[in-house]
Antibody
Framework: EVQLLESGGGLVQPGGSLRLSCAASGFTFSNFAMSWVRQAPGKGLEWVSVISGSGGSREYADSVKGRFTISRDHSNNTLFLQMNSLRAEDTAVYYC????????????????WGQGTTVTVSS | DIQMTQSPSSLSASVGDRVTITCRSSQTISSYLNWYHHAPGKAPKFLIYAASNLQSGVPSRFSGSGSGAEFTLTINSVQPEDLGTYFCQQSYITPYTFGQGTKLEIK
C-alpha cells in the first residue's frame, strides 16, 4: 500500500525557516515525481512545488519561488520542502502528493496524498 | 497563470440525488483536467484524470466530461461518504492551478 507521511510542521515566527519531510513507502520512490500542495485556513488547494522522479527537474509556484526549495532523498525515500523567509500567508496545511509518473509535464496527476502537516507563521 | 473557476461554491444534496459541478479555465487546456475529493479530516483523494477517466477504485457513480475550457463532474446517486469539497485542477502547464472548490453537504 502506498503511504505518505508528512512531518516537520509547527509554529514559526515571520522570517523564520522550517523543513518539512514526507516519508514515502509502498512504491519505488525514484520512479515518480512528487509534489507539495498547501491549503490555507478557509481557502482552496494551492500547488506549491514539484520535483521529477530523478530529482533533476523542479518547479515552484510564484508565491514561493526563491524562498522554498524542494528536494528528495532516494536512499531514505523521503521528500523535503525547505521553507525560508516565511510569511504569515504561508500558514497552511501542507500535503505531499505522489505523481503518477516520473516527469511532471502535461497530464501530470497527483494520485496519492498524505494527511498533511500544519505550518503556522505568527509572532 | 491559468485561472480555474468552479461553480457552485457549495451545494446541498440528499442521498440518491444527482449533482453536477462545473469547472472553467481561463484558457483552453485541452483535456488536461483532474478532479479531487477532500473529505473532512482526510487526505485528498484523486478521482478523475484527463477530464473523463475514472481512477482505479473510484465508484462508477462519478463521471467527468468536457474539453477545452469547460468541464463537469457528475455524481449520480450521491452517497453519505461523498460529502466534502471537490476540486478541479489543470495539468496543462505549470503552475498546476486548482479551482477554489465546491463544498458538498448531505442533507
Amino acid at each position: 500500500e502506498v503511504q505518505l507521511l508528512e512531518s516537520g510542521g509547527g509554529l514559526v515566527q515571520p522570517g523564520g525557516s522550517l523543513r518539512l519531510s514526507c516519508a514515502a513507502s509502498g512504491f519505488t520512490f525514484s520512479n515518480f515525481a512528487m509534489s507539495w500542495v498547501r491549503q490555507a485556513p478557509g481557502k482552496g488547494l494551492e500547488w506549491v512545488s514539484v520535483i521529477s522522479g530523478s530529482g533533476g527537474s523542479r518547479e515552484y509556484a510564484d508565491s514561493v519561488k526563491g524562498r522554498f526549495t524542494i528536494s528528495r532523498d532516494h536512499s531514505n525515500n523521503t521528500l523535503f520542502l525547505q521553507m525560508n523567509s516565511l510569511r504569515a500567508e504561508d500558514t497552511a496545511v501542507y500535503y505531499c502528493a505522489k505523481g503518477s509518473r516520473g516527469d511532471f509535464w502535461s497530464g501530470y496527476v497527483m494520485d496519492v496524498w498524505g494527511q498533511g502537516t500544519t505550518v503556522t507563521v505568527s509572532s | 497563470d491559468i485561472q480555474m473557476t468552479q461553480s457552485p461554491s457549495s451545494l446541498s444534496a440528499s442521498v440518491g440525488d444527482r449533482v453536477t459541478i462545473t469547472c472553467r479555465s481561463s484558457q483552453t487546456i485541452s483535456s488536461y483536467l483532474n478532479w479531487y475529493h477532500h473529505a473532512p479530516g482526510k487526505a485528498p483523494k484523486f478521482l478523475i484524470y484527463a477530464a473523463s477517466n475514472l481512477q482505479s477504485g473510484v465508484p462508477s457513480r462519478f463521471s467527468g466530461s468536457g474539453s477545452g475550457a469547460e468541464f463537469t463532474l457528475t455524481i449520480n446517486s450521491v452517497q453519505p461518504e461523498d460529502l466534502g469539497t471537490y476540486f478541479c485542477q489543470q495539468s496543462y502547464i505549470t503552475p498546476y492551478t486548482f479551482g477554489q472548490g465546491t463544498k458538498l453537504e448531505i442533507k
